[in-house]
């Protein structure tokens, strides 16, 4: 028992998202943006395009970058994996414990979209991360 659960936790090791190639080439990452923050605690539904890349029967990981545009730090984790593109939308309930920030600044959230298995990939602008003022 002890050798599955460490052969498990060393499974979720390696199982990560693809990372993205080097020049973004995919559908475009429409929401969340400059314009429409995220609040912590609450639910948002992240948005993309359906074309001009085929989606059918393809997957995609959403995953955060932290910082300014021009040195953004994609995290290690994605917020979700293998979820079909053709859905053009997922709802992402947004952690209390993601740290606030504000966008167009160092503080700031982007987000990718990202191809399982092959790398490609958009970027969002980059949007706010708002304290819930109900608290978490």
Excluded at 29 to 54: I, M, S
Excluded at 70 to 77: E, G, H, L, P, R
Excluded at 87 to 111: E, F, H, Q
Aim: glycine share 8%; charged share 20%; proline share 6%.
């Amino acid at each position: 028992m002890q050798l599955q659960l460490l052969f498990l936790s060393t499974l979720s090791l390696v199982s990560a998202y693809t990372k993205p190639q080097a020049d973004p080439t995919w559908n475009a990452l429409r929401l969340p943006d400059v314009t429409h923050p995220v609040t912590k605690g609450k639910p948002f539904t992240v948005t993309w395009d359906g074309t001009p890349k085929e989606v059918d029967g393809v997957t995609v990981s959403l995953v955060l970058c932290r910082g300014n545009s021009n040195t953004c730090k994609i995290d290690d984790k994605a917020l979700v994996e293998k979820i079909p593109a053709s859905d053009k939308s997922w709802t992402w309930n947004v952690p209390c414990d993601l740290k606030a920030g504000t966008a167009k600044t160092d503080s700031g959230y982007g987000m990718l979209v990202i191809v399982d298995g092959t790398g490609e990939f958009q970027y969002s602008t980059q949007f706010s991360v708002l304290d819930n003022a109900e608290g978490c």
